[in-house]
């Protein structure tokens, strides 16, 4: 198998053959000791605003340029799943891929719990990740609108193994590609002609969204707090632009948003350490048993609930921040809640007036309970956590 820096002149001597400019002052590294994997180095003083690197948009692995939308319909699909059958169509071609090169340099193997044992998920019990995964649900996918696609056109996919379950495996690695690596293009009718920035906030309605696979700016790493380059979407190109001086033999990192340990580690298989934009999630669910038993059972539970939800005031999940602060949301469902029936129907049903959402005491004291009861579905304590992964460290297996 070719070696680290062979794959690495490959990759940037087909990159720059197909038009794309990478800056004298940076390098691909190998990041594995610090179990990141390859990621981008200064191998010079960078300045803000320098360019890294640009990427011309016919160079991007998508659904606009893969030979599979000439052949087959890839309009009926939402979503993900045009991009990923392109990238499922260029991986089975292999050595006549166009984009050889890059899947050369992208990983075989991923760390990110939808490839962990049933005993391994165990440790996640209590983090909400597990249900959060979508294994079954992204194999339903495959087999009610990927699958029967492909097999109809099963000449088109040039592998050995042509059976569901070889495909399947396939479809979970692109699945996994996509999911760690894709980066979302936007440039609406009005701004067509202008430079957008990638930004993690809502799409407007009107954009044109697009998923595609960028070599090059998806070897940038991400670390909580660090991030020093960013892509800005052009017309004609995708460029990495610094945005702050990097060192020579700093790392160069893109952000992939402000995203708590359980997203980072559901989505890439990694968590920061220490992470300010951790969180814990309470479910709407609980929050409704915890308050209504707290004051009168049953009575008026449904009622309270259908108006809350009808109202917005019922999240299927409460979000209490690292900051340690009762959300005013939390506090204000707390309150109807646990709100004698008749005061309820009187003051907020028909009197259309909500209870302030000032903390008091026997709200406050509901959602103590409501937090224990939360930290008890973990299976063992953050101090007990420590010393297994402490433990673990001294004497790995």
Not at 33 to 44: I, K, P, Q, Y
Not at 135 to 142: G, I, L, Q, R
């Amino acid at each position: 198998m070719a070696n680290f820096e062979q794959i690495n002149t490959v990759f940037l001597d087909w990159l720059k053959a197909n038009g794309a400019t990478v800056s004298t002052s940076i390098a691909l590294q190998d990041y594995s000791a610090e179990s990141a994997g390859r990621g981008v180095v200064a191998t010079a003083d960078i300045n803000k605003d320098d360019e890294l690197f640009s990427i011309p948009r016919p160079l991007l692995l998508s659904p606009e340029n893969s030979e599979l939308a000439k052949k087959i319909d890839l309009t009926t699909l939402a979503g993900w799943n045009p991009l990923m059958m392109c990238m499922i169509y260029e991986y089975c071609h292999g050595e006549t891929s166009r984009w050889k090169p890059y899947f050369d340099i992208l990983p075989t193997e991923f760390s990110t719990p939808m490839f962990w044992s049933d005993e391994e998920l165990e440790e996640l019990k209590g983090t909400g990740v597990v249900d959060k995964i979508g294994k079954e649900e992204a194999e339903s996918v495959f087999k009610d609108q990927l699958w029967p696609l492909i097999s109809a056109n099963l000449e088109l996919f040039p592998v050995q193994d042509k059976d569901e379950a070889s495909f399947l495996k396939i479809f979970h690695r692109m699945g996994s590609l996509i999911m760690a690596y894709a980066f979302h293009n936007t440039l609406t009718d009005k701004e067509s002609d202008e430079d957008v920035m990638d930004e993690d906030d809502d799409e407007d309605e009107d954009a044109k969204v697009s998923v595609s696979m960028v070599p090059m700016a998806d070897m940038l790493n991400h670390k909580t707090g660090h991030n020093n380059a960013r892509l800005f979407h052009e017309k004609e190109c995708l460029r990495m632009v610094a945005i702050k001086p990097i060192k020579a033999g700093g790392q160069i990192y893109n952000t992939y948003g402000d995203l708590c340990n359980a997203d980072l580690l559901r989505k890439y298989g990694f968590v920061d350490v220490p992470n300010p934009h951790n969180i814990a999630e309470i479910s709407g669910q609980s929050v409704v048993s915890q308050c209504i038993e707290a004051v009168e059972g049953e009575a008026g539970r449904d009622e309270k609930v259908e108006w809350l939800l009808d109202n917005d005031g019922l999240e299927d999940f409460f979000i209490l921040e690292a900051d340690g602060e009762i959300p005013e949301e939390l506090v204000g469902c707390a309150k109807i809640l646990m709100m004698p029936l008749e005061e309820f129907r009187t003051t907020v049903v028909t009197g259309k007036k909500l209870p302030s959402t000032k903390l008091t005491a026997e709200v406050q004291k509901v959602l103590r309970q409501l937090l224990e009861v939360r930290l008890a579905e973990y299976p063992f304590t953050a101090k007990v956590t420590k010393e297994a992964l402490y433990a673990r460290k001294r004497c790995p297996s």
